[in-house]
């Protein structure tokens, strides 16, 4: 039966290529007159999705928690994070501040600016969330330091400090404490002095010294949380939120010679620089996976028209698909993009096979119209199933929930489809018409696997069989290693601006981690018991709600901050009876400040004061070489004492109002801060941040299932990226396992034979396992890009199988002879130009990319060497 569906088949195909090339001319222009148009279409209507919380379907249960999430909670969604470092806490906290500012002045860009811990509120209040013991210690600390700053505020030039610091440290033998601090304070100072030349003098850490930040907080970086307008039908969804940062950024002079460093990371970030690069790679990909296959074709070929015609068959194909896409989908997602580079590779199979056999045949003396015809009826039924089958492993993404691989499988797929009719069609027009073959005397085929260089294989059957059944059992036993890894900032470029930030920001596990738990609770009192539970999780390091912001002991440290207040009453203004010190007193006072310093006793032994000490000697000797050779003192003077002392009385400022807080209820909290914890119908959130850097190994598995088990509810980006992944793994095992079942039954309606399904078969499942084995051996885990891998190279593995199946079944064909045939080499060389395709999208610089370029390339090498090696030693009559 099957031979009298192939004959039947094949004389259809073999009239209908006849009647295209009796109209060829008219073929040619009628499709390039289609084609023109559906360029225009595509290019005008073609979109993209950037944002990849969209790749998943929208009923999925983790989706279902995100989008109620961010119905009651909407600011929190897609948020930019702008992460400001500078020298000091200070500084850091101003740019901030400032930043946001600027940023709020753009409506259009920018839903909502918020400085987490920034404001009036917490100027004011902010002490009350130390603990006692924190700001006793405080206490303790600045009353060591009064008189330092009592006489700098009567005095605030070079020549009071330089008097202090002498006279501080004559004062006698200092405890442990007292010489850390001034320790602390000649480093800062010696700093300023050392840049008071350069363009950015370097400020004074009075922060620092001062202690104003609790010991946990007090870091030298700010973040600004940001709810971007984004533009998601655009390739560069937040190409102009994260625009305007940096134009504001730069209008205030925030550089990295200013010391301060302005990123920006989140989700819109991260995909945006994701978007821009994978782009990059793919067009650099897809004309190197061009150039590569044409070099192919030639080898395969060995004639430039049928090349040219080959070439531009697949390109009028890839309009014709992207047609498709724009018609059907509308847009291509993160994953979909690659659909180029894969329909090159898989499609100009169809073009080699056809092309190799009617070169075969021409140069067996059969004119064009035989040889077209002979061709289409001995290899036009395997084209036509390798194009179902080829299918198959695409359509079988559609139905799951990963609508990234969904989409990317329904264009594919269907891109199989067009470029079969396409090869049919207009390759044999051009080739009947403009592109006419004209045999080379050296065109003649250089390879062939019945050589001797190949016999080492094919004459060992036995062995093959048994090597094949021990590698493949081997390879079963290796997979249970293989793991999916959910996280997608290591699927993305480590150079890039938003993943280096992304990374430090969970790796300071504090309250500026991106990824975070989110759970909803219906009213703060609930809220506060499931905090508790929560806490109590090892993998968990803090649960916030509102009522941590509403601080403990109040009565008690408004008490102690009113005695701080009381030691550091600002001096009353005395009148001075000389006025400010001349330049030269204030050269003079540092002259001999480092005089004293170079003979003081303090600066011998290795201890932090005397390595200090020496540290500060050497650069206020500088500063004063410098002054007197290259003049302009009194500049040098004011940038010094701009950066010294200007610092102090602002930051003196800021702690005298901080020490005169209200009492904090529930009410008084600002606005900006509650509506992001309370929900409009009471409903309360709690921020669960991880105690581990989810950003290495498994933690980020862990932590989302630990809270899970207390939480079912919870959402966030950590515990969305869990769950899709969990969706991709089970979407990855739908396909499979559907994979297998179609191609096992579309071979059985075809052939109604075992033996033969199983020929094609276990050479495929073969392949299938030695690649998931290469990923467990490589250290290459299963990611949201790589995931395709296994029930792709099924989908287009089982072609080379049905073509050498197919030809080996032949009436009056010895099976012993296949792998001298036009069909051997014409496999070897369409499995050749795929490797080609995918290997360039290897050189990707996105890791994702990369390794599923890499995952394809290794895994068609597995099913071209079992088709080549392991499916002829299968037949039966090399069973022997």
Same mark, same amino acid.
């Given at each position: 039966m099957i031979q009298q569906l192939d004959a039947v088949l094949g004389r259809v195909l073999a009239a209908w290529v006849d009647g295209v090339r009796a109209r060829a001319a008219a073929v040619v222009v009628g499709t390039l007159l289609v084609t023109v148009p559906l360029l225009v279409y595509t290019a005008l209507g073609l979109g993209i999705n950037s944002d990849n919380v969209r790749l998943l379907a929208d009923d999925v249960p983790s989706q279902r928690a995100l989008t109620e999430f961010a119905l009651a909670f909407p600011i929190l969604n897609d948020a930019l994070i702008v992460v400001v470092d500078a020298p000091t806490p200070e500084r850091a906290r101003d #740019?901030?501040?400032?930043?946001?500012?600027?940023?709020?002045?753009?409506?259009?860009?920018?839903?909502?600016?918020?400085? =987490?811990?920034?404001?009036?509120?917490?100027?004011?209040?902010?002490?009350?969330?130390?603990?006692?013991?924190?700001?006793?210690?405080?206490?303790?600390?600045?009353?060591?330091?009064?008189?330092?700053?009592?006489?700098?505020?009567?005095?605030?030039?070079?020549?009071?400090?330089?008097?202090?610091?002498?006279?501080?440290?004559?004062?006698?033998?200092?405890?442990?404490?007292?010489?850390?601090?001034?320790?602390?304070?000649?480093?800062?100072?010696?700093?300023?002095?050392?840049?008071?030349?350069?363009?950015? =003098?370097?400020?004074?850490?009075?922060?620092?010294?001062?202690?104003?930040?609790?010991?946990?907080?007090?870091?030298?970086?700010?973040?600004?949380?940001?709810?971007?307008?984004?533009?998601?039908?655009?390739?560069?969804?937040?190409? =102009?939120?994260?625009?305007?940062?940096?134009? #504001?950024?730069? #209008?205030?002079?925030?550089?990295?010679?200013?010391?301060?460093?302005?990123?920006?990371?989140?989700?819109?970030?991260?995909?945006?620089?994701?978007?821009?690069?994978?782009?990059?790679?793919?067009?650099? #990909?897809?004309?190197?996976?061009?150039?590569?296959?044409?070099?192919?074709?030639?080898?395969?070929?060995?004639?430039l028209r049928l090349v040219i015609a080959a070439l531009a068959t697949l390109l009028v194909g890839l309009v014709w698909t992207a047609a498709f896409a724009t018609a059907a989908v509308g847009q291509l997602n993160l994953v979909s993009i690659a659909f180029a580079v894969l329909f090159i590779g898989l499609g100009v199979d169809f073009a080699i096979h056809l092309g190799m056999h009617y070169v075969a045949l021409r140069r067996d003396g059969f004119d064009h119209a035989a040889a077209l015809q002979d061709a289409a009826r001995h290899v036009g039924s395997s084209l036509v199933l390798c194009a179902i089958t080829t299918a198959i492993g695409f359509y079988v993404f559609v139905p799951t929930d990963y609508r990234g691989v969904a989409e990317l499988g329904l264009i594919s797929g269907t891109g199989m489809v067009i470029i079969l009719a396409q090869t049919l069609t207009f390759f044999v027009a051009l080739i009947s018409s403009w592109l006419p073959y004209v045999d080379a005397p050296d065109a003649r085929e250089s390879l062939r696997f019945d050589a001797r260089w190949f016999a080492a294989f094919t004459g060992r059957p036995r062995a093959v069989r048994a090597a094949a059944l021990v590698l493949g059992l081997a390879a079963i036993f290796t997979l249970q290693w293989a793991r999916f890894d959910p996280n997608v900032v290591r699927m993305r470029d480590p150079s890039t601006e938003s993943v280096q930030a992304f990374n430090d920001l969970l790796a300071q596990n504090d309250q500026t981690s991106p990824w975070f738990a989110n759970v909803v609770a219906p009213d703060l009192r609930t809220a506060e018991r499931l905090s508790r539970r929560l806490s109590n999780l090892d993998v968990v390091g803090r649960v916030i709600t509102l009522e941590d912001f509403v601080p403990e002991h109040q009565e008690l440290k408004r008490e102690i901050l009113t005695d701080l207040a009381m030691i550091l009453e600002a001096p009353r203004p005395t009148a001075s009876a000389t006025g400010r010190p001349s330049v030269e007193e204030r050269l003079d006072a540092l002259r001999e400040l480092r005089d004293f310093l170079s003979r003081s006793a303090l600066s011998r032994g290795s201890s932090e004061l005397a390595a200090s000490i020496r540290s500060f000697r050497d650069r206020l000797d500088g500063f004063l070489d410098t002054v007197e050779r290259e003049g302009g003192a009194e500049q040098a003077l004011a940038n010094l004492e701009r950066s010294v002392l200007a610092p102090l009385s602002k930051q003196l400022r800021r702690l005298r109002a901080a020490l005169d807080p209200e009492i904090v209820e529930l009410e008084d909290l600002p606005r900006d801060l509650t509506t992001r914890m309370v929900a409009v119908d009471g409903r309360a959130r709690l921020q669960v941040f991880p105690r581990e850097n989810l950003n290495e190994g498994q933690a980020l598995e862990r932590f989302v299932d630990a809270v899970y088990g207390v939480a079912p509810q919870a959402t966030g980006l950590a515990v969305n990226l869990v769950e899709f992944g969990h969706a991709t793994v089970a979407s990855l095992k739908q396909a499979l396992v559907s994979a297998v079942t179609l191609i096992a039954i579309l071979l059985w309606l075809l052939w109604r034979r075992v033996d033969r399904m199983l020929l094609v078969l276990a050479p495929l499942l073969l392949g299938a396992v030695l690649t998931g084995a290469s990923m467990v051996a490589l250290g290459v885990s299963f990611n949201f890009t790589n995931v395709i891998v296994i029930p792709l190279i099924l989908g287009m593995g089982v072609d080379s199988g049905i073509h050498m199946v197919q030809r080996a079944s032949r009436a009056a064909f010895d099976p012993r002879l296949l792998l001298g045939t036009t069909t051997a080499r014409a496999v070897f060389f369409s499995s050749l130009t795929t490797i080609v395709s995918f290997g360039s999208l290897a050189l990707s610089s996105h890791p994702g990319m990369s390794s599923l370029g890499v995952m394809l390339t290794v895994g068609m090498l597995f099913i071209l060497l079992s088709n080549l090696v392991v499916l002829p030693a299968l037949l039966p009559a090399n069973r022997r």
């Amino acid at each position: 039966m099957i031979q009298q569906l192939d004959a039947v088949l094949g004389r259809v195909l073999a009239a209908w290529v006849d009647g295209v090339r009796a109209r060829a001319a008219a073929v040619v222009v009628g499709t390039l007159l289609v084609t023109v148009p559906l360029l225009v279409y595509t290019a005008l209507g073609l979109g993209i999705n950037s944002d990849n919380v969209r790749l998943l379907a929208d009923d999925v249960p983790s989706q279902r928690a995100l989008t109620e999430f961010a119905l009651a909670f909407p600011i929190l969604n897609d948020a930019l994070i702008v992460v400001v470092d500078a020298p000091t806490p200070e500084r850091a906290r101003d #740019a901030a501040e400032a930043l946001a500012g600027r940023l709020a002045e753009q409506p259009d860009r920018y839903r909502d600016v918020y400085v =987490p811990g920034g404001g009036h509120f917490f100027e004011r209040n902010g002490l009350l969330y130390w603990s006692v013991d924190e700001l006793e210690d405080f206490v303790d600390h600045m009353s060591g330091l009064q008189p330092l700053i009592a006489e700098l505020e009567r005095d605030d030039s070079v020549a009071s400090l330089a008097n202090m610091v002498q006279a501080g440290l004559e004062s006698g033998p200092l405890e442990p404490a007292g010489g850390a601090r001034w320790a602390a304070i000649l480093d800062e100072v010696g700093q300023a002095t050392h840049a008071a030349y350069t363009r950015y =003098p370097v400020a004074v850490a009075w922060d620092e010294l001062l202690r104003t930040e609790p010991p946990a907080a007090g870091s030298t970086r700010s973040v600004i949380l940001l709810d971007p307008v984004l533009e998601f039908d655009s390739l560069l969804a937040a190409a =102009p939120s994260m625009r305007g940062i940096r134009e #504001a950024a730069q #209008a205030l002079g925030y550089d990295a010679a200013s010391g301060v460093q302005v990123r920006i990371t989140g989700n819109p970030a991260l995909n945006y620089e994701e978007m821009l690069g994978l782009a990059q790679d793919i067009v650099v #990909a897809g004309v190197f996976c061009f150039l590569l296959v044409g070099y192919v074709l030639y080898r395969a070929l060995r004639s430039l028209r049928l090349v040219i015609a080959a070439l531009a068959t697949l390109l009028v194909g890839l309009v014709w698909t992207a047609a498709f896409a724009t018609a059907a989908v509308g847009q291509l997602n993160l994953v979909s993009i690659a659909f180029a580079v894969l329909f090159i590779g898989l499609g100009v199979d169809f073009a080699i096979h056809l092309g190799m056999h009617y070169v075969a045949l021409r140069r067996d003396g059969f004119d064009h119209a035989a040889a077209l015809q002979d061709a289409a009826r001995h290899v036009g039924s395997s084209l036509v199933l390798c194009a179902i089958t080829t299918a198959i492993g695409f359509y079988v993404f559609v139905p799951t929930d990963y609508r990234g691989v969904a989409e990317l499988g329904l264009i594919s797929g269907t891109g199989m489809v067009i470029i079969l009719a396409q090869t049919l069609t207009f390759f044999v027009a051009l080739i009947s018409s403009w592109l006419p073959y004209v045999d080379a005397p050296d065109a003649r085929e250089s390879l062939r696997f019945d050589a001797r260089w190949f016999a080492a294989f094919t004459g060992r059957p036995r062995a093959v069989r048994a090597a094949a059944l021990v590698l493949g059992l081997a390879a079963i036993f290796t997979l249970q290693w293989a793991r999916f890894d959910p996280n997608v900032v290591r699927m993305r470029d480590p150079s890039t601006e938003s993943v280096q930030a992304f990374n430090d920001l969970l790796a300071q596990n504090d309250q500026t981690s991106p990824w975070f738990a989110n759970v909803v609770a219906p009213d703060l009192r609930t809220a506060e018991r499931l905090s508790r539970r929560l806490s109590n999780l090892d993998v968990v390091g803090r649960v916030i709600t509102l009522e941590d912001f509403v601080p403990e002991h109040q009565e008690l440290k408004r008490e102690i901050l009113t005695d701080l207040a009381m030691i550091l009453e600002a001096p009353r203004p005395t009148a001075s009876a000389t006025g400010r010190p001349s330049v030269e007193e204030r050269l003079d006072a540092l002259r001999e400040l480092r005089d004293f310093l170079s003979r003081s006793a303090l600066s011998r032994g290795s201890s932090e004061l005397a390595a200090s000490i020496r540290s500060f000697r050497d650069r206020l000797d500088g500063f004063l070489d410098t002054v007197e050779r290259e003049g302009g003192a009194e500049q040098a003077l004011a940038n010094l004492e701009r950066s010294v002392l200007a610092p102090l009385s602002k930051q003196l400022r800021r702690l005298r109002a901080a020490l005169d807080p209200e009492i904090v209820e529930l009410e008084d909290l600002p606005r900006d801060l509650t509506t992001r914890m309370v929900a409009v119908d009471g409903r309360a959130r709690l921020q669960v941040f991880p105690r581990e850097n989810l950003n290495e190994g498994q933690a980020l598995e862990r932590f989302v299932d630990a809270v899970y088990g207390v939480a079912p509810q919870a959402t966030g980006l950590a515990v969305n990226l869990v769950e899709f992944g969990h969706a991709t793994v089970a979407s990855l095992k739908q396909a499979l396992v559907s994979a297998v079942t179609l191609i096992a039954i579309l071979l059985w309606l075809l052939w109604r034979r075992v033996d033969r399904m199983l020929l094609v078969l276990a050479p495929l499942l073969l392949g299938a396992v030695l690649t998931g084995a290469s990923m467990v051996a490589l250290g290459v885990s299963f990611n949201f890009t790589n995931v395709i891998v296994i029930p792709l190279i099924l989908g287009m593995g089982v072609d080379s199988g049905i073509h050498m199946v197919q030809r080996a079944s032949r009436a009056a064909f010895d099976p012993r002879l296949l792998l001298g045939t036009t069909t051997a080499r014409a496999v070897f060389f369409s499995s050749l130009t795929t490797i080609v395709s995918f290997g360039s999208l290897a050189l990707s610089s996105h890791p994702g990319m990369s390794s599923l370029g890499v995952m394809l390339t290794v895994g068609m090498l597995f099913i071209l060497l079992s088709n080549l090696v392991v499916l002829p030693a299968l037949l039966p009559a090399n069973r022997r």
